[in-house]
């Protein structure tokens, strides 16, 4: 299977080098992929349950209204166990200097979600412990993988779409079973976020 053996892989390079602490990508039922990452997390430490791992927010979508959508941070249900670091003005223009520079597609697709966010905004950043197993569907996040697929399949765009019953959480389920098997959206992580890494996929309802 594709994804254990990049769990397998990752695995390995936490035995390498022995990471304090691990960064990954948050569960926000927009994107699959990056949703198997805490999956691919909790099976590569099965052996190595003493490293703590928290999810970074990227994007969810809080409602059905068109462009509804939190950036960088947790939903309301999260957020008492979420720790916040604020920023340095250098570390904060460094951010701004990535994202208006580095991450032009980025920029380019998610246009004013991200560009007209404040700086008081994005000088914040946000991580909290992740969870320890698949959370349920519904709550404070909008599952928007399945009504973005179906979409595109009426729009002749895809032929198939990824459903969370169906290929998610037996593919989540599977990684979360298996032994010593983080992916490369994973970063491992000596001190504090700084924001707008490769971990992002942004959330263009237009394509």
Request: proline letters at 6%; aromatic letters at 6%.
């Amino acid at each position: 299977m594709f994804f254990k053996n990049i769990s397998a892989q990752v695995g390995t390079l936490l035995d390498c080098y022995r990471p304090a602490q691990i960064l990954c990508d948050a569960l926000e039922f927009y994107n699959p992929i990056h949703d198997l990452t805490i999956a691919i997390v909790r099976g590569a430490l099965q052996s190595k349950d003493e490293t703590p791992v928290f999810e970074v927010p990227l994007a969810y979508q809080k409602s059905m209204r068109p462009g509804d959508y939190e950036i960088q941070r947790l939903p309301a249900s999260r957020r008492k166990d979420q720790i916040e670091t604020q920023l340095t003005e250098d570390e904060l223009d460094n951010k701004l200097k990535a994202r208006d520079h580095i991450y032009t597609s980025l920029l380019n697709q998610m246009g004013p979600l991200i560009s007209k966010l404040s700086r008081d905004h994005l000088g914040l950043e946000v991580v909290a412990p992740a969870i320890p197993s698949l959370p349920k569907l519904g709550g404070d996040r909008i599952l928007r993988y399945e009504w973005r697929a179906e979409l595109l399949r009426s729009l002749g765009k895809i032929q198939n779409a990824i459903t969370y019953s169906q290929h998610y959480a037996p593919m989540a389920s599977a990684l979360l079973n298996a032994k010593g098997t983080l992916s490369a959206s994973t970063a491992i992580m000596s001190s504090s976020a700084s924001g707008f890494g490769s971990t992002i996929a942004p959330p263009n309802e237009s394509r």
